[in-house]
């Protein structure tokens, strides 16, 4: 894990390891948020903003990262299975997507199986982002990564669940998009008088279940 001063106030955590590229970078970076964000609660650590990213973690607002530095250096992290404090949550999906014939010949097994595998899969929030409260959920083994459409689709709909490289994704509000369309459901993801707005947060463990 490498450390990088950002600006004035800020730091970068690095994850991602060249020299090891079998590394599980996910679930470092889910370790390293839990860590951050557990010292921050204890006080040990001073950060207005702690964000993962697929390989990152940024720390912002920091008011001395030079010490910070130091101090994050001297730290190890539990793993993100040994946390486990994270909440789960199951969301309720209808699996009727318009590209699920593709994941299967992709995946080279049937449409019923994806459909259970992706319902008894246990995912794991690692960031979000493109759109607020797009949750960038990990959990499937590598060797199953997709490629994204050669062609975005002009419109997904809200509540589409989606895949795309190494992860699953729901779409919380209408947007071009594309990754492969597995489902849909109706719960809200992000509703900006929430508390968090968000429903699906980095850490959070969820279960796509099958309605």
Known sequence: MRIRPVGMHALLLDCADPGDPSADVAGLVEAWRAELTARRERG?????EIVPAA???LLDGVPDPTAAARLIATWT?????????AGLVEVPVTYDGADLPIVAQRWG??????????????????????????????????????PRLP????????GS????GPYAGIYPSASPGGWLLVGRTG?????????PPARLTPGTRVRLVAT
């Open 44 to 48: 040990e650590l001073t950060a207005t």
């Open 55 to 57: 390989a990152t973690v």
């Open 77 to 85: 992290p539990r793993t993100a299975s040994a946390g486990g404090a």
């Open 109 to 146: 097994t049937t449409v019923p199986a994806v459909v259970d595998r992706l319902a008894r899969t246990e995912f794991r929030v690692a960031f979000c982002g493109f759109a607020p409260g797009f949750p960038y959920l990990t959990g499937l083994p590598a060797d199953l990564a997709l």
């Open 151 to 158: 062609t975005p689709r002009p419109r997904v709909p809200a």
């Open 161 to 164: 669940v989606a895949l795309a």
């Open 187 to 195: 719960m809200v993801l992000f509703d900006v008088a929430g508390d």
